[in-house]
Structures are given as structure tokens and as C-alpha cells.
């Protein structure tokens, strides 16, 4: 018999992590799901959830932070909570992590102010402000998604090299250990402004810089979670509906005029 496939969202944080317009990738997420006729649950990750919640979802969604929101969630993402994340993460759940959030997920952020705050350790990362009156990294940022074998597969959907757009908006720099970087800075900053590398790739996770939001921008990167969370939990292969995503291409046509970067699309 038909069953009606569902999708749970784990949305980390909203009211803490929600800063550029973050919740529009919670809102793509849906979207795309329902205009395929799969059933959403939107399930806040909050301070107030218990762990048994937080093993239920099937994608999580991370959005950024201002430096004292985010030292609030990372204090309270210890113990058990942070036992259950990683697991998830390690098991294969798919995830979309913005600016504050991968900072998280790395080893430890040092604040403009204040002390060193850990992180999950998931990612082999550090971030770390070099002062408030440093510059922020702020601006529209173009990268190409490099890691293998995402990068072979997006480019398979796509027909074209998977080409990100999105907004930075971070103080903190980031600086990769052994995790892949999600991909090569063509504008904008990344994770640093020093070393051209933009976000990391782990397992399942995309952690990157850009807000924008980023998966309206870039709904290929919506679909791909979607997928990679379906067929996960249903173990079968699962092939997404196409989506008239035509507008969204004049868009970004039109922002890569924009930024001059021609070679692309
Ligand atoms: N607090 C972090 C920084 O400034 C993240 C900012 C954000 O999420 N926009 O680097």
C-alpha cells in the first residue's frame, strides 16, 4: 500500500539561531518536501528538549548566532544532548549548519570577548575572532562545492559545476584541520579571508558561512538533503520529483552577472 513519507526537521535553537533570514532554509526544506507531497514535522531543538526528541529527526537545520546567543547554546549543548547529536551526525543524519552553528561544531570559538567556549568536536575545526575591532567578513559569497563524492553528484543533477551563492556575515575565522572544506572561494571571504577554502563537509553535514538563505539560493543543496534524509530512513533509493526552479535560476543568473563571475553557469 501507498504510505505517505515523512520528513522531521530538527530545527537547532530558533529562537537563539535564527539570525539573516536562517529559518528560510527551514522554510525551503518544507516547501520542497510538501510541493512533493511528503508530510513535514518542524521539531525546535530548544533547551528545553529532552534527548529522546532530538533522536527522532531526520535532517537538522542550524542557523547563526551573535557571540552571546551562541554561547548560550553551546553551553547547553553538553552532556547527554551533545552525546545524541554526534551520534546522529556519525550515523549519516544530513544537516545544514550556518556560520554560528558550524563554529560549534568545531573544537572551540573564541568571542571577540570573553573566554574560549567548547564545541561538539564533531568537526576537526577552530574558529576563532580576532577582535572587535577587526573587520567582519560581510558581503555575497560565490564557491564551488568541492568534496568528493557530493561534488560528482550534485554535478550529476545539475548537468553544470554545483556553484554556491550565498551572504557572510561572521567575525569568527575559521580554520580547518583534517575535515574537507566544503569547497573553493571563487568571491567573498570563506572561512577566513586568508586560506580560499568556504565551510566543511563531514559525513552527511554541510556546515558553511553562508546565510542568504542559503537553500532557496541553492535549491539544490535542499534537494540533496531531502534525498540523502529519505533514503536513510526508508533504505530504498529515492528519486525527488523535478521542481520548476526556473525563477530561481534567473536569480542567480542575475547575482553572478552581478558579483562578475562569468565561467559558471
Ligand atoms: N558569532 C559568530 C561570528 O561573528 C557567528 C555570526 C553569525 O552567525 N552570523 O563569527
Keep these: 500500500m501507498f504510505q505517505t513519507k515523512e520528513l522531521r526537521i530538527g530545527w537547532l535553537y530558533p529562537s537563539l539561531m535564527s539570525t539573516y533570514g536562517d529559518r528560510g532554509n527551514v522554510i525551503c526544506l518544507q516547501r520542497r518536501c510538501q510541493w512533493r507531497g511528503l508530510s513535514v514535522t518542524i521539531i525546535p531543538i530548544t533547551q528545553q528538549t529532552e534527548v529522546s ?86 558581503g555575497d559569497v560565490v564557491f564551488e562545492v568541492t568534496p568528493s563524492p557530493l561534488a560528482e553528484a550534485l554535478r550529476k543533477q545539475l548537468g553544470k559545476p554545483p556553484i554556491i551563492i ?21 568571491k567573498g571571504y570563506g572561512n577566513n579571508g586568508e586560506d580560499g577554502y568556504e565551510g566543511a563537509f563531514y559525513r552527511h553535514v554541510i556546515a558553511t558561512y553562508c546565510h542568504g538563505p542559503l537553500l532557496p539560493k541553492n535549491p539544490f543543496i535542499a534537494d540533496w538533503l531531502i534525498q540523502t534524509a529519505l533514503q536513510k530512513k526508508y533504505q530504498v533509493e529515492i528519486t525527488l520529483d523535478p521542481i520548476d526552479d526556473s525563477l530561481t535560476e534567473l536569480a542567480r543568473k542575475a547575482m553572478l552577472e552581478r558579483l562578475e563571475v562569468s565561467y559558471v553557469e
Design 166 to 186: 550565498g551572504f557572510e556575515n561572521h567575525g569568527g575565522r575559521t580554520y580547518l584541520g583534517k575535515v574537507e572544506p566544503l569547497g573553493k572561494v571563487i
Design 53 to 138: 526528541t532530538f533522536k527522532k529527526v531526520d535532517v537538522i537545520v542550524g542557523g547563526g548566532a551573535q557571540d552571546r546567543q551562541q554561547e548560550i547554546v553551546m553551553r547547553d549543548l553538553q552532556g547527554a544532548k551533545a552525546e545524541v547529536f554526534k551520534d546522529i551526525i556519525e550515523e549519516g543524519i544530513p544537516g545544514v549548519f550556518t556560520c554560528g552553528s558550524p563554529q560549534l561544531l568545531g573544537h572551540y570559538y573564541e568571542p571577540a570577548v570573553g573566554r574560549r567556549i567548547d564545541g561538539l568536536g564533531l568537526l576537526d575545526l577552530v574558529s576563532k575572532h580576532p577582535g572587535a575591532d577587526m573587520p567582519r567578513c560581510v
